[in-house]
Each structure stands twice: as structure tokens, then as C-alpha cells.
């Protein structure tokens, strides 16, 4: 019995994916399978391979112990392709762009794009979508451009006493980012500056990013950009409380303090441990669950049990994780 329960989740998985992409294929005038652009009627293919995966990644991250892993491994994957497709619709063939109009893939643009063009576009939808459903996963589950943050901050080469030590002021920079990121969006739309005059700016701000990245985060073995510079996290971290899933710190914890270098997102210190929660900047990426010896560290979701969270939001979010897979072009 023991050994069949644990096929729920992926089958769930799977299924759930089927379906809504089933629903798009079925609905949508155009397929919004990559293949289908290609070979005509294929989308169905890419569609069970996509369940496939999800089943395959739902196995293996319902094991508590083996989460973390795959949950870098699988957000990695995904920049990887959305990136790749990036390539390939500028280099190759521009049916891997999905509007077929180019623009800078950058997190940012999500909150910049609809405030320069005076309308709301599908990744600001995607992104509302997916903190009403999963809170802060956007931050560890989906977003293309924090995955590579991840890569820097996994290197570790600082001591365990320098990642224990907390981002000083990262608040008053991410709110200052995301101010000024909101503002020069405005300023640039007002002035009529064209698309073109736009690119500088925005790539330098991209550039100063990717710097954190490589100095900051890699040095300090958390990740810097994604928590104390990227506006999207700002409004991801603001905005993660509608959705009811928490990480709660249980009684059984002998602030052992593991789970502080575990946390790339700098939300566990000590403070955070004695109130019994991580801090705001938390993502409920899970690692810290992964590295907690005692099992202190548990999902909460209302009333259900402690594991019953944990799955319900393993099947939230992989399933989006897996349809950000099969969507997310640009």
C-alpha cells in the first residue's frame, strides 16, 4: 500500500498537466506547443512529455531528503530551454519566439513592460497567477533568470560563520530598485522615449544584476540578486501572503542552526529560528526542509497535516513549474 501511494503525487502530477494543456490545445485557435510550429498536429506529443516529466519530477521530490536536488536541478533546466529557445529564435528560426516580437528577457520587464506600454501582457498575469496559487515560488520554481543566481550562490566558497551572517540593508535596496524600476517605466512612456532608447538603460540594469551574481552571491553563498536587488522579488516577497502556504518552525528544533547555510535565500538566521518561521524573504523553496535533521521544518497549509501541505504544494507548483516549461517562450 505503501509503495502505491507513492505514485499519487507523480500520476497527479501528470494528470493535471494533460489536462490544462489539453484544455489550451482544444480551445486555442493556435497550439502553443513549441512542435506544433514545426510539425503540424504534433502538440499532443509535447504535451505527454511534459506530463511525463512532471510525473518524473514529482516522484523524486516528494522524497524530503532528495527535494533540494532536484528542485535545482529542475529550475535550471528550465532557464536552460527558455533560454535556448531565446537563441534559437534570434539565431535560427523566429517561430521559437512566441509573439514572434523580441524583447529583453529580463525579470524586471515584467513589472517595467505593462507600466512603458499602458497594458497588461501575459507575464505580469503568470506571475499574480502564481503567487495567488503558490505564494513566493516564483522565485524558486519559475523564474528563468534566478536560476543562474542559484548556480553562483550553490558555489559556496565563503565559511559557514559568512553564510550564517545575514544581507545587511537588502531591503532598502530592493525597494529602492523596484521604486526607481516603476518610475523610469513611467518617465520613459511620458517622454515617449521609443523601444530602442530604452534598451541601453534597461540592459545596464541587467548587467549590474548579473554582476551581483557573479560577486556577491558567489562570494556570500546566498543569493543576492534574486533577494536583494531583483524589483520582481520585491513584489514577490510583498505579495506572497495571499497565498494561505507557510513554513512554520516546530518545538522539536535544537537550533542546531543547519539550515542557515541551507537557505539561499538568506531567510533563516537565529532570530528567525527562535520566532519559529523563516524571514519575509523566504520562498518555501523547501532546502531547508531537505537539511533539517529533526524534521522541525514543515509546510503548513490550514488545517492539514504537515505532509499533506507539503504534497499539495509539491503538485501546485511542479505542475506550473512543468507548464512554465511548455509556455514560457518569447
Known amino acids: 500500500?505503501?509503495?502505491?501511494?507513492?505514485?499519487?503525487?507523480?500520476?497527479?502530477?501528470?494528470?493535471?498537466?494533460?489536462?490544462?494543456?489539453?484544455?489550451m490545445e482544444f480551445q486555442m485557435d493556435e497550439s502553443m506547443m513549441a512542435i506544433d510550429r514545426f510539425l503540424k498536429g504534433y502538440?499532443?506529443?509535447?504535451?505527454?512529455?511534459?506530463?511525463?516529466?512532471?510525473?518524473?519530477?514529482?516522484?523524486?521530490?516528494?522524497?524530503?531528503?532528495?527535494?533540494a536536488k532536484w528542485r535545482k536541478r529542475s529550475w535550471l533546466l528550465f532557464s536552460i530551454v527558455f533560454f535556448s529557445q531565446f537563441a534559437?529564435?534570434?539565431?535560427?528560426?523566429?517561430?521559437?519566439?512566441?509573439?514572434?516580437?523580441?524583447?529583453?528577457?529580463?525579470?524586471?520587464?515584467?513589472?517595467?513592460?505593462?507600466?512603458y506600454r499602458a497594458q497588461m501582457t501575459i507575464m505580469p498575469i503568470l506571475l499574480l497567477s502564481s503567487i495567488v496559487l503558490t505564494g513566493p515560488a516564483w522565485c524558486s520554481q519559475y523564474c528563468y533568470f534566478g536560476a543562474w543566481d542559484q548556480v553562483f550562490a550553490s558555489q559556496k566558497p565563503g565559511t559557514i560563520k559568512q553564510m550564517r551572517r545575514p544581507l545587511k540593508g537588502k531591503w532598502v535596496l530592493k525597494s529602492t530598485t523596484l521604486i526607481i524600476v516603476v518610475v523610469v517605466a513611467w518617465?520613459?512612456?511620458?517622454?515617449?522615449?521609443?523601444g530602442l532608447q530604452t534598451l541601453i538603460p534597461a540592459i545596464v540594469f541587467a548587467l549590474i544584476g548579473i554582476g551581483i551574481m557573479i560577486f556577491v552571491s558567489r562570494k556570500r553563498g546566498k543569493m543576492a540578486h534574486c533577494v536583494a536587488y531583483c524589483p520582481i522579488g520585491t513584489v514577490v516577497n510583498l505579495g506572497k501572503y495571499i497565498s494561505p502556504f507557510r513554513m512554520k518552525i516546530e518545538s522539536n528544533c535544537t537550533k542546531c542552526q543547519l539550515c542557515i547555510p541551507s537557505c539561499p535565500y538568506d531567510a533563516l538566521n537565529l532570530k528567525d529560528i527562535e520566532a519559529g518561521k523563516p524571514g519575509?524573504?523566504?520562498?518555501?523553496?523547501?532546502?531547508?526542509?531537505?537539511?533539517?535533521?529533526?524534521?522541525?521544518?514543515?509546510?503548513?497549509?490550514?488545517?492539514?497535516?504537515?505532509?499533506?501541505?507539503?504534497?499539495?504544494?509539491?503538485f501546485l507548483t511542479i505542475g506550473i513549474h512543468v507548464l512554465c516549461m511548455g509556455l514560457a517562450r518569447i
Open 1 to 23: 500500500m505503501r509503495s502505491i501511494s507513492r505514485y499519487i503525487l507523480p500520476a497527479s502530477v501528470s494528470a493535471f498537466v494533460i489536462f490544462l494543456l489539453g484544455m
Open 43 to 67: 502538440g499532443w506529443i509535447q504535451i505527454c512529455l511534459l506530463a511525463l516529466y512532471g510525473g518524473i519530477l514529482a516522484y523524486k521530490m516528494q522524497d524530503a531528503g532528495k527535494s
Open 88 to 115: 534559437l529564435g534570434i539565431i535560427a528560426d523566429e517561430r521559437f519566439l512566441m509573439t514572434g516580437n523580441l524583447h529583453l528577457p529580463v525579470p524586471f520587464m515584467i513589472a517595467a513592460g505593462p507600466i
Open 187 to 194: 518617465a520613459f512612456r511620458m517622454l515617449g522615449f521609443s
Open 280 to 314: 519575509p524573504t523566504c520562498t518555501l523553496c523547501g532546502d531547508c526542509v531537505t537539511s533539517c535533521k529533526d524534521g522541525a521544518i514543515q509546510y503548513r497549509f490550514f488545517k492539514l497535516s504537515p505532509k499533506a501541505a507539503r504534497n499539495l504544494y509539491l
